[in-house]
């Protein structure tokens, strides 16, 4: 198919019919190259590690499912390399098309998905969310992305980064298919939880300028229209920086882990970012940050009680404009990852909502909710669509 974009891996040629009936028949879909599919190499973004994979033997069990329910998958998408990226520069394949902000990057890792939903190429795409795949590039390319609980859809499949903090989840251009899409993926139905309390997470928007907080200002009034009652405090007794290098400091052991064996092995081409990503982290590490994750998982916990939800920024603005200094970047990618582990930290569902805009650009609008409510968060795309 043409790919004016560049979502779409090279030469990879997928297109597999889905059945003729289901609750996905007539819609495409495209999957993140992190997926298997039967017959094609999972290349995870990253020539050599194609290179050193053998075809899978048999879908995921999510792209079968998808398959299973009438929707018809049209290729694989490209991802920042191994998914250790933010902003979807891939340095192997190129960096996909913002449709929405075609001077701005796409946002990754699930960077590919995006720029085919977001360009019309396809109608809803497979990402996935560690420290915020998919919710960043669904704020950056004005998407609905949902971060699903952790551990509510299994990882079978997949080419796992951090499995304490892998998520597989999707994007879409529209709400209702998003709603389809989980009823599909998600397994059984939660019962719906209404938005009895609305937690207006201050911390967070600390982390954005007062320019943001405006623009996303009539989106906040409108999901606050929706709860029957609201507060604004501090979600983290002491800061968000304890609770996001804890989690990054074990995602990046974990990601140590899932990849050490191929790399000492392959000797592979790693651009300078995803390698800068693999520098070591010691068990002790890991152990001296454990009571930080658990403070930040009990205390999401106390706040999120059932019928209650957190709001706030996806990112900490628009996309940034293509081309700049790594030094540029560091106070974007620095909060991305601030905001993006609130839910991700303590495995909790997100979903980015494309609810605000700012200088022409997409901005998305988050909402958390408590673990299990990942239908409730869909239910309040379906009634904040515009």
């Known amino acids: 198919m043409a790919d004016p974009l560049n979502a779409f891996v090279p030469d990879s040629n997928v297109f597999i019919k889905g059945a003729p009936t289901g609750p996905l028949a007539?819609?495409?879909?495209?999957?993140?190259?992190?997926?298997?599919?039967?017959?094609?190499v999972t290349g995870g973004g990253n020539p050599d590690w194609a290179r050193s994979h053998e075809p899978a033997t048999t879908h995921a069990p999510v792209v079968q499912a998808?398959?299973?329910a009438g929707a018809t998958l049209i290729g694989k998408t490209i991802t920042d390399e191994l998914t250790r990226?933010?902003?979807?520069?891939?340095?192997?394949?190129?960096t996909p098309v913002n449709p929405r902000a075609p001077d701005r990057v796409p946002g990754g890792s699930s960077s590919g998905s995006a720029a085919a939903v977001a360009g019309g190429l396809t109608d809803f795409a497979l990402g996935s969310d560690t420290g915020g795949s998919v919710r960043i590039p669904a704020s950056f390319c004005g998407l609905y992305g949902l971060?699903?609980?952790?551990?509510?859809?299994?990882?079978e499949g997949i080419l796992k980064q951090a499995p304490s903090f892998d998520t597989i989840g999707w994007l879409a251009d529209d709400a209702e298919i998003m709603g389809r899409v989980g009823t599909v993926l998600l397994g059984p139905n939660v019962?719906?939880?209404?938005?009895?309390?609305?937690v207006i997470a201050a911390d967070a928007?600390?982390?954005?300028?007062?320019?943001v907080t405006a623009a996303l200002a009539p989106a906040i009034d409108r999901v606050k229209a929706l709860a029957e009652d609201s507060d604004t405090l501090r979600l983290c007794p002491t800061s968000l920086r304890d609770w996001s290098q804890a989690r990054l400091t074990e995602q990046n052991w974990e990601a140590n882990h899932s990849f050490a064996e191929w790399i000492d092995r392959t000797n592979p081409r790693l651009a300078y970012d995803c390698a800068q990503r693999f520098a070591a982290v010691t068990e002790v590490d890991t152990q001296t940050i454990e009571p930080v994750r658990r403070a930040h998982r009990d205390r999401m916990a106390e706040l999120l009680t059932p019928g209650s939800f957190v709001l706030l920024p996806t990112a900490p603005g628009p996309a940034p404009l293509k081309g700049l200094r790594r030094s540029e970047m560091s106070e974007m990618k620095e909060h991305l990852a601030l905001l993006c582990g609130i839910a991700g930290g303590a495995g909790l569902p997100e979903i980015s909502l494309p609810l605000g805009e700012m200088d022409g650009c997409p901005l998305g609008l988050s909402l958390i909710?408590?673990?299990?409510a990942d239908e409730a968060l869909?239910?309040?795309?379906?009634?904040?669509?515009?």
């Open 85 to 94: 990226g933010l902003l979807g520069i891939n340095a192997h394949y190129g």
């Open 205 to 211: 928007f600390e982390m954005v300028s007062d320019a």
């Open 191 to 198: 019962p719906d939880m209404p938005l009895q309390r609305l």
């Open 66 to 68: 998808l398959l299973e």
């Open 378 to 386: 869909l239910g309040f795309a379906r009634m904040l669509k515009a």
């Open 26 to 40: 007539g819609l495409t879909f495209a999957a993140k190259d992190i997926y298997d599919v039967a017959g094609f």
């Open 147 to 155: 971060r699903p609980t952790h551990g509510r859809i299994p990882l």
């Open 369 to 372: 909710g408590p673990a299990g």
